[in-house]
């Protein structure tokens, strides 16, 4: 008598707990962090544009917090085993567009310092090699990945693809807490800002070479 309602209540829970399983794996703690990521870039956008220390000190701020999100997403998903497809999708994403809209806001100011004289390319020519290399290499992470398991594996982060994005990050937020200071000291930070943006470029370039030539090992096998 007793064994229908408890089965009744056991198939009316079923699809709720089906419904709350499946929200779990879409929103989880990672991939909140990386949704606060790509909702920070608007934010960044408009910091910029403010003529104040205040904007500067709030840039700053806002970039920096994205990287270290950026290292604990990926932690937290790692060490609580909440990995999830649509968390491995977005998160690049996130990142890239995040490190684009840094990179086209540095150049459209030119830096302010007189160890550099009137070079307003400066920041351009790195700028344009890093956004490049990530254009190149989405586009043949996205082919590897219709294609079979050993191209994959080919182009799978290694560690340099981590010494460029910890190079950039550095660069990054050192200009960004330096802009419009037109100080002596903050030309040496600033100096070594353009220094770990041009070596970031570098490293990205022979990332980008590496990855292509296991693709072509791959490939000519």
Known sequence: MESRPLMQDQLTLQPRLAYSNNSSKILTLPTVLTLGRVAAVPVLIFTFSVDSWWGRTATTSIFLAAAITDWLDGYIARKMKLCSAFGALLDPVAD???????????????????????APWLLNVPSIAIIG?????????????????????AVAVNKLGKWKTATQMVALTILLATRDNSS?????LVASGVIF?????????ISLAVYL???GKVLLK
């Not at 290399?133 to 594996?153: C, D, F, G, L």
């Not at 002596?184 to 040496?188: D, L, Y």
């Not at 943006?197 to 370039?205: E, P």
């Open 184 to 188: 002596r000291e903050s030309g040496i």
């Open 213 to 215: 030539e296991k693709m």
């Open 133 to 153: 290399r990530e254009i190149t290499m989405s586009a043949v992470r996205e082919w590897a990945s219709s294609q079979n398991s050993k191209i994959s594996e």
């Open 197 to 205: 943006l041009y070596l970031s470029a570098g490293i990205s370039v």
């Open 96 to 118: 890239k567009l995040m490190v684009a809209a840094t990179l086209v806001l540095l150049c459209s100011k030119p830096l302010n310092v007189a160890v550099f004289g009137q």
